[in-house]
């Protein structure tokens, strides 16, 4: 592909590399863990669906044809990371007292919806987990002789039959193996579960037969098989939180050695994001208690603003999120949202894309997705006044096929969100705020000061004297 050569970073080698794909007739293939259904998504899990955005809309963008798969896990994910306890969605449906079923189908349109409010693109393919039990039940039948063994709770893979178990993890310690579930009989702490066994005298809503008895699938098997039947292996790339780099993925990797009988991981990326962590610590929903992007709506907060913060720090780097660096991420979208509205107005007939911008895009992009590098040149761009407003916003429709904030087509009245709680509609906003103007001007202060504490009271916030002329804003 023409333009600058794609490097990134390849959590099994700990190195960056230069990108090709494997199979150039096959275009680039890539696999990304996708969520477990069983409770709404929150803000840490939704930065890894930014940054595997981010990875197709460059690869897109580069020219590459790409097949992308988003697995949807609905069977199998047990109530630790670390595979131990209850499967979550048993759980959430005993909780919710309802179907299974419709847990999943609540909590994956749920999920859609995030990603559609966070512009992320549609995958070419969703891939549920139940709707592959057969396969998984076939791939467990062939690893089955030479790498598992039967317990009375289940099959399990026996890590020692595949070569260097847990490289991608990196070093092996007592704290990783503490994390796995401790199972009687198991011959080694990291063997995993490939086939759970229903407890005697418990029926499951998720239940399958199997050589094995009645019971669902391990967790980690659902990727191996999915990813295969869909991608070949090997396959490009697969991301994924980097959580998922200590367990999930690693056992994920065994079950395809002992698939391919082979050295063969899989895919030929592993490629991870970092956590986005507040002050207590990384974003859990096993915390009890986290931040869903419907809470940030719901306070008004746009949820490109979001996006946006994610865009500003790499995505290897941990990312804090707290109240204040989201105020000033929306706060920067606003200054983009009017910047660009202001060369519309000044704009005539089409434009052209001046080649020395899009350049330092593409590098900034091809230096393992380096978005904090491209919003600079971002910046740079809308205000160049050398480039006619047409050519500036030529220029920045390749921003946005990258970066994806819509700055082309967002407005200044979209991000005015209207906060669940709010009493006023914004045109009523407006014409208080009119009111509070005239107010002013007559040096009726003490009106003034009324109409501002009603419009408090209501969830706005009057920004006097604010330099980009909002007038108000949703309180948070």
């Known amino acids: 592909m023409s333009g600058a050569p794609l490097t990134l970073y390849n959590s099994l080698t700990r190195s960056l590399e230069g990108f090709a794909p494997l199979d150039p007739d096959k275009g680039v293939r890539v696999y990304s ?54 499967d979550k969605m048993e759980a959430a449906a005993r909780a919710q007292a309802t179907s299974i079923w419709d847990i999943a189908a609540h909590y994956t349109a749920a999920f859609k919806a995030n990603l559609s409010d966070l512009n992320v693109r549609e995958p070419s393919r969703w891939s549920v987990a139940t709707d592959h039990i057969a396969e ?54 990291q063997d995993f579960a490939i086939w759970r066994k229903s407890p005697p005298g418990e029926q499951r809503q998720m239940e399958w037969d199997s050589p094995w008895g009645m019971g669902a699938p391990g967790w980690h098997l659902e990727c191996s098989v999915m990813s295969l039947k869909y991608l070949g292996a090997p ?58 992007l419907q809470s940030l709506i719901d306070a008004g907060v746009h949820p490109l603003a979001y996006r946006l913060l994610c865009l500003q720090a790499h995505y290897r780097s941990e990312l804090e999120f707290s109240a204040e660096n989201l105020a000033a991420a929306l706060t920067r979208l ?33 230096d393992d997705l380096n978005t904090p590098k491209a919003l600079p040149v971002l910046d740079e761009l809308l205000a160049d006044k050398r480039t006619s407003p047409a050519d500036r916003l030529a220029a920045l429709a390749e921003f946005d096929a990258v970066l994806g ?72």
């Not at 409770?39 to 460059?58: E, I, K, M, P, Q």
């Not at 490289?167 to 092996?172: I, M, P, R, V």
């Not at 200054?335 to 330092?360: C, H, I, Q, S, Y």
């Open 235 to 292: 396959f490009d790339i697969h991301t994924g939180g980097i959580d998922h780099r200590e367990i999930h993925h690693p056992n994920e990797i065994a079950q395809n050695q002992a698939y391919c009988g082979c050295s063969d991981t899989g895919a030929h990326f592993w490629m991870h994001n970092n956590f986005l962590v507040d002050r207590g610590g990384k974003m859990s929903k096993s915390k009890g208690g986290f931040t869903t």
């Open 136 to 189: 998984m039940i076939d791939f467990a039948k062939k690893i089955a002789p030479e790498h598992c063994y039967e317990l009375e709770t289940g099959l399990y893979f026996d890590s020692s039959t595949v070569p260097d178990y847990g490289k991608l993890a990196g070093s092996q310690d007592d704290t990783r193996e503490g994390r796995i579930e401790a199972v009687e009989g198991k011959r080694h702490p």
């Open 405 to 476: 904030l819509n700055l082309l087509t967002l407005t200044r009245e979209d991000l005015r969100l209207r906060p669940a709680s709010a009493t006023l509609t914004p045109q009523q906003i407006d014409d208080r705020l009119f009111e509070r103007k005239a107010a002013r001007v007559a040096k009726d202060f003490a009106l003034s000061d009324t109409i501002r504490d009603e419009l408090a009271a209501a969830g706005v916030e009057v920004m006097d004297g604010d330099p980009l002329g909002w007038d108000w804003k949703p309180a948070l």
């Open 334 to 366: 606003k200054r983009l949202v009017m910047t660009v509205t202001a060369l519309k107005a000044r704009a005539e007939g089409d434009g052209a894309v001046p080649a020395g911008w899009t350049t330092r895009l593409d590098e900034a992009v091809s």
């Open 33 to 86: 863990c996708g969520p477990t259904v069983y409770n709404y998504a929150h803000l840490g899990n939704l930065r890894a669906y930014v940054f595997t955005d981010t990875l197709s809309r460059v690869l897109t963008w580069k020219g590459y044809a790409l097949t992308h798969v988003i697995n949807i896990t609905d069977v199998g994910h047990l109530t630790s990371d670390a595979d131990a306890g209850d």
